[in-house]
């Protein structure tokens, strides 16, 4: 059988099956930078003049898109080193939903040294970036299961308190206008928000239960 020899597009489709790629200097150590972009099957493209495939990065359609005109894309070990440009950071040992702690344009920064691994963050597409009505947004925003969602911080647990303090002494005052007194429950609930509320108590997590009975 004889086999047709590839020409012309087909032959490039062959040797660059990824269409699009990005250089950088292959000797250098450590993070370096994407140095140009190459479109193989494009009419000025000079594939003569190229390095084999494998001596590229290859791109995605969506990755070529974000790269265009983007000034610094870094790579590592032949790879780049924030694949989606765009991402939101978080505390990985907080528990979730937990607040979105940074926004990244990872492929706008010269420095990346204070930038988390990708593989640590939420990868942020194009459209959400851009949207910083109600996506993008400076506060009210968090982590829960992989996803961005909306996020209001918990009240601290001292400021609960001491808005349950506050209701203990309306208590207390209407006690003694009717000329009653708190229930021994009553009394030992109100000493234990109390320790909350100035913080002598540093190791609960939860307000205890209101006693079913407070007066006497």
Same mark, same amino acid.
Request: charged share 25%; proline share 6%; glycine share 6%.
């Given at each position: 059988m004889t086999e047709t020899a590839?020409?012309?597009a087909a032959l490039i489709a062959s040797a660059y099956p990824a269409r699009y790629y990005a250089q950088y200097d292959r000797a250098a150590t450590g993070i370096t930078l994407v140095t140009s972009l190459v479109d193989t099957q494009a009419d000025d493209a000079r594939i003569n003049a190229l390095p084999a495939a494998a001596d590229m990065i290859a791109l995605t359609p969506a990755q070529w898109s974000l790269a265009r005109g983007a000034p610094s894309i870094h790579v590592q070990d032949g790879k780049l080193l924030h694949p989606a440009r765009y991402y939101a950071s978080f505390d990985l040992s907080a528990a979730q939903p937990t607040p979105v702690l940074g926004w990244y344009d990872t492929w706008a920064m010269s420095n990346v040294a204070s930038v988390p691994a990708a593989t640590d963050m939420i990868a942020v597409s194009a459209g959400d970036w851009a949207d910083i009505t109600t996506f993008r947004k400076p506060n009210g925003r968090g982590v829960q299961d992989g996803e961005?969602? +909306?996020y209001t911080p918990p009240i601290p647990l001292s400021v609960q308190a001491q808005t349950e303090l506050a209701w203990i002494q309306q208590q207390e005052s209407r006690a003694f206008v009717r000329g009653q007194k708190f229930t021994a429950e009553?009394?030992?609930?109100? +000493?234990?928000?109390?320790?909350?509320? +100035?913080?002598?108590?540093?190791?609960?997590?939860?307000?205890? +239960?209101?006693?079913?009975?407070?007066m006497s």
């Open positions: 590839l020409t012309g961005i969602v +909306d009553m009394l030992a609930y109100a +000493d234990t928000i109390e320790v909350i509320a +100035d913080g002598t108590d540093t190791t609960s997590t939860k307000l205890p +239960d209101r006693p079913a009975n407070i």
